[in-house]
């Protein structure tokens, strides 16, 4: 269990007791916002966009396992005890007193199906209480057009790098079409899982990236760095052939550090070559990283190389709209909203397998 208060089976009717569901009035006249709400797998976060696009910073909470990876239903658990004092918070915030709330935005899918439970059900509260449209988003494509909202890039082949996914994504013919993938975990699960190896917490990227940079400082560059299993295969990647080879140099001896280096290396290069691939068989000059992974200074640096060599550019959001967070959802909604889509009652039941390329694009 995490570093949170169990709650029982009867944990959701908790929520409904707790829920800051009072209506506030605004006066007619200001500008609209949407709220986003996201759960689909370790995060709850609520975040605000304005009908011009301004964003909100997110209010979130992580789920942290005390061992071993995320259950679902204790990650549901968590997600029911921090709903009211994160929602307190977003509708304390300027952004949400100074404005009026438009319509509610959640993540219908994909994640956890548990998780994902809790904020559809926060979101058709509120959308019920406020009288106000409910919107049920792809969390994927969230990632994509918060990128697209705090860059200004326009037609991006993206790099969709986090926890549960690594896609090379790029748009065609109103859908975001799925270029290449992982065929086994997504990158940031690889690296989560290697650092638990290590007894290092979840998340483990960013404790791994800082291990890569130790030894990237102190290299000898004469230092034979260590050869893992590459992970490309034509357009898709994959990540496990790499970790359990990283796992057995750390029992032959080699140092976390160096393993970490190598690891990062591997994996990152392996995601650059099918997006640099992905962009020359489109012939598009944007690359767009997003996904927590997305947050890394290596991969970033790897995506501006690869760019500039052949004469374009990359992108990426700060690190906060990176992470799975409530304002992507938000932004989604508001884009949604503005081509007057929303989600009936009888349609907001979660999804829990939905893809990048099941949403049609209805809204550029
Ligand atoms: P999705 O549902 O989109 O797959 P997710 O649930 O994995 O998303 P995100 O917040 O997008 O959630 O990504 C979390 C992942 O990002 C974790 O695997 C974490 O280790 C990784 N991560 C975060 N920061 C870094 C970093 N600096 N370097 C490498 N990985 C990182
Ligand atoms: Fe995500």
């Known amino acids: 269990m995490g570093n949170f208060t169990t709650v029982n089976n009867d944990g959701a009717h908790n929520l409904w007791e707790q829920l800051y569901f009072k209506g506030i009035p605004h006066p007619e006249g200001m500008v609209g916002v949407v709220l986003g709400i996201e759960s689909t797998a370790h995060t709850l976060s609520f975040g605000m966009v304005d009908m011009n696009g301004k964003t909100s910073p997110s209010y979130s909470n992580l789920f942290r396992p005390e061992e071993g990876g995320i259950h679902p239903r204790e990650a ?17 915030s300027e952004m949400f007193l100074d404005n009026k709330i438009e319509a509610i935005a959640f993540s219908q899918g994909p994640g956890l199906g548990p998780c994902l439970r809790i904020g559809a059900s926060i979101a058709r509260t509120l959308s019920e209480v406020w009288k106000v ?5 792809n969390h994927c494509i969230a990632h994509i057009e918060i990128g697209k909202n705090q860059t200004g890039c326009k037609d991006p082949v993206l790099l969709y790098v986090s926890g549960g996914n690594t896609q090379v994504i790029a748009s065609s013919r109103n859908k975001y079409r799925v270029m290449g993938e992982t065929l086994d975990i997504g990158i940031g699960n690889m690296l989560d899982k290697f650092a638990r190896t290590q007894g290092i917490p979840f998340p483990g990227g960013p404790e791994i990236e800082i291990l890569a940079k130790k030894y990237e400082l102190n290299k000898d560059i004469n230092e034979n760095f260590i050869n893992l299993p590459y992970g490309v295969q034509g357009m898709d990647m994959g990540f496990s052939g790499m970790l359990t080879a990283a796992e057995r140099r750390i029992d032959a001896g080699d140092s976390l550090e160096s393993v970490c280096w190598s690891l990062q290396e591997h994996a990152f290069a392996s995601c650059i070559e099918v997006a640099e691939r992905a962009m020359a068989h489109t012939g598009k000059n944007e690359l767009l990283l997003g996904g927590g992974v997305a947050c890394n200074t290596r991969i970033r640096e790897m995506a501006k190389i690869m760019c500039e060599e052949r004469g ?5 959001p700060e690190k906060q709209f990176c992470i799975d967070n409530g304002t992507m959802i938000a932004e989604l909604g508001r884009l949604l909203h503005n081509v007057g889509y929303n989600t009936k009652l009888s349609d907001s039941a979660i999804n829990p397998m939905l893809r990048t390329d099941h949403t049609e694009i209805i809204w550029d």
């Open 312 to 316: 374009a550019t990359a992108y990426w």
């Open 76 to 92: 549901a658990d968590h997600h029911c005890l921090m709903a009211s004092d994160l929602l307190r918070k977003a509708t304390s």
């Open 133 to 137: 449209p409910l919107i049920g988003v």
